[in-house]
């Protein structure tokens, strides 16, 4: 079970330049580097708010984290305490690699019942979000796939596996 | 039931017939690269996640395929900064030491370079570490962007895990292009009417009379922008024109890709380009494209009613001007811009930075003269790169500053300030309007 607390409301068509921008990319590849300059073009107040809290979910329109295939948007949200994002849909590419971090999203498609400052407990089991400030459920859809690779903070175990495969037939 | 083009590529791969919906969970790829941005932590990668597992078998840590792989320096190069040169050391100690293609800084864009060079052919499934890989679906290839992890689990299986078979959306293209209208000012009205998530986890095909007349320049800039629309990818079949092109190019066979006439698309769009005229897309997303003709009505709209990714635009007044980029500096680019610009002196208050796509065009647009009419109007030619569309050198914005730029993304604080406003558009009406200093009708000038 997840749970945490709403500390960003975003509208449609966040990209992921929004969310760390180029400059930064090619600065370092330590992959904590980048939570210090999370969305700070967009939204400078982000890392403020995220740093009061524990855990944070970011609530977004559709097409969240669209544009460049930058992985480090997905640290920048994980070093940032974001430990889910549910919002209206999300593009191909961030989705496949929050995938493979571990950072579960949700695909809500009416998010008007969820505001700043709401505590969320997000089931995935389940498919259930539960708005404990507003006593409100949500039920989603997931696939159960993708829910498991979530659970499990990504594909490697698979691909190491696979690779155990591959040498051992090479011999 | 007949296949779509990706339809048809997967199931060559996946070794069984699919169908859009389904899942695969080993999908093998054909074509991996890595620019110096994702390149460096990616081969730092392989090492953390799978040094172990080579080790226990008593193997160096090795690449699947190193005829398959290539690492391009392009998007801070030459090199901007000690990381970035040390960033670019790694990938050719790297190269070195798998044997893997390691491209020069100043040989070009990735997405351009490969192209060139015959590494992409149809049939293909590339990944590329960069959202604009798609541009190689102009070969008849099933091709798109990863993140770093996805890329670094490719370079050692040869693998991508997984994979939901996409749907595709059919754009018809009938016609010819008008003067002053180009394959560019097509993507920027297909992207205007199905908006920035118009196309999200779809695939956009491109067939009919008006791609089969296009050039390989031209196709490219088009698949170049589908992800600009949140497509999955861009893809074109292959044709005759497609053909000649890789004649004594293709370094790996070559055979013939279309779409089955009975395959099942999600949805249909026909274009006539005969009808579009040079379209300018307006800030802060490529979906705000609007006809030349109506920027005067654009801009009262974005005073009217302002978005955050449709700001207040108070003038047409234009400080910079850009010519380069995966989307739009080959070298017909170039021709048509040099039409444009020749006779005419770049505007005094406008820096115009030019940067041809590769080393190749380089060096025909310099042999051919194209070059010296940009020097000669003021223009400050750079040697190949990514150039100010990745915001970090060779003409960062200020935050006055309003840009015309023929790549492919106009978010805020993309070039620089986050106060900047960039537009977009073709080559041909990126330099008239560094000519006129403001938002300009390249057709005027043909």
């Known amino acids: ?171 | 039931m007949g296949q779509t083009l990706v339809e048809k590529i997967v199931s060559r791969q996946a070794g069984r017939p699919v169908h859009a919906g389904d899942l695969i969970g080993r999908l093998p790829i054909t074509k991996l690269f890595f620019n110096d941005v994702i390149g460096p932590p990616a081969i730092k990668g392989l090492a953390n996640l799978f040094g172990e597992t080579f080790k226990r078998h008593g193997k160096p840590v090795q690449v699947f395929d190193r005829r398959r792989i290539f690492f391009l320096p392009d998007h801070s190069v030459p090199a901007l900064s000690v990381e970035v040169a040390e960033g670019v050391d790694l990938m050719e100690a790297f190269g070195r030491e798998q044997g893997v293609k390691v491209y020069r800084e100043g040989d070009g864009i990735e997405h351009v370079v490969l192209i060139e060079g015959g590494h992409i052919v149809p049939w293909d499934i590339v990944l590329g570490t960069d959202s604009h890989t798609c541009t190689n679906g102009a070969m008849g290839a099933l091709a798109f962007g990863v993140g770093t992890t996805e890329g670094v689990y490719a370079l050692t299986t040869g693998h991508l895990y997984d994979f939901v078979v996409p749907e595709t959306i059919r754009f018809e293209l009938t016609g010819t292009f008008g003067k002053g209208v180009y394959s560019k000012d097509l993507i920027l009205y297909v992207i205007g009417k199905m908006g920035a998530g118009g196309c999200s986890r779809r695939v956009a095909e491109f067939v009919g009379d008006g791609v089969r007349r296009m050039s390989m320049d031209a196709r490219t800039t088009i698949c170049n922008m589908a992800v600009e629309m949140s497509g999955r990818t861009g893809i074109m079949p292959y044709d005759e024109t497609l053909g000649a092109y890789l004649k004594g190019r293709a370094q790996w066979p070559v055979e013939p890709i279309e779409s089955d006439p009975d395959a099942r698309y999600a949805d249909r769009m026909t274009v006539d380009l005969s009808s579009l005229e040079p379209m300018i897309s307006f800030p802060h997303k490529p979906a705000n494209a609007t006809p030349v003709s109506r920027v005067e009505e654009m801009i009262a709209r974005s005073q009217a009613q302002p978005t955050p990714d449709f700001p207040a635009v108070t003038s047409d007044r234009i400080t910079d001007a850009f010519l380069g980029a995966c989307t739009n500096a080959r070298y017909e680019d170039l021709v048509e811009a040099a039409k444009v610009m020749r006779g005419h002196k770049v505007h005094p208050d406008v820096s115009f930075v030019v940067i041809p796509a590769s080393r190749k065009v380089y060096e025909r647009a310099m042999d051919e003269g194209i070059l010296q009419v940009f020097v000669k109007a003021g223009a400050n030619v750079e040697s190949s790169n990514c150039g100010p569309c990745f915001g970090s050198h060779m003409g960062v914005l200020s935050r006055n500053a309003q840009m015309i730029s023929s790549s492919n993304r106009n978010y805020q604080g993309r070039m620089g300030s986050r106060e900047a406003r960039i537009f977009l558009a073709s080559p041909a009406t990126v330099t008239a309007s560094a000519i006129e200093g403001r938002l300009a009708d390249p057709r005027k000038y043909l």
């Open chain 1, 1 to 171: 079970m997840l749970s945490g607390t709403v500390t960003s409301v975003f509208g449609n068509d966040i990209n992921t330049d929004d969310i760390i921008p180029a400059m930064y990319l090619i600065k370092s590849d330590d992959p904590e580097y980048f939570a210090t300059y999370a969305f700070v073009k967009f939204d400078p107040d982000f890392r403020t708010r995220c740093l009061k809290s524990q855990a944070n979910i970011i609530v977004a329109g559709k097409n969240f984290a669209c544009g460049s295939s930058r992985e480090q948007a997905v640290y920048t949200l994980q070093f940032n305490r974001v430990v889910c994002v549910i919002a209206q849909s999300f593009p191909d590419i961030f989705y496949r690699n929050c995938l493979a971090n571990g950072l579960p999203l949700v695909t809500l498609e009416d998010t008007s019942g969820l505001a700043l400052d709401d505590r969320l407990e997000i089931d995935l089991d389940a498919g259930l979000i539960r708005n404990r400030t507003r006593n409100t459920s949500h039920p989603f859809q997931m696939k159960t796939d993708d829910r498991r690779t979530f659970q499990a903070g990504g594909m490697t175990a698979r691909v190491r596996a696979h690779l155990e495969e591959i040498l051992t037939r090479q011999g």
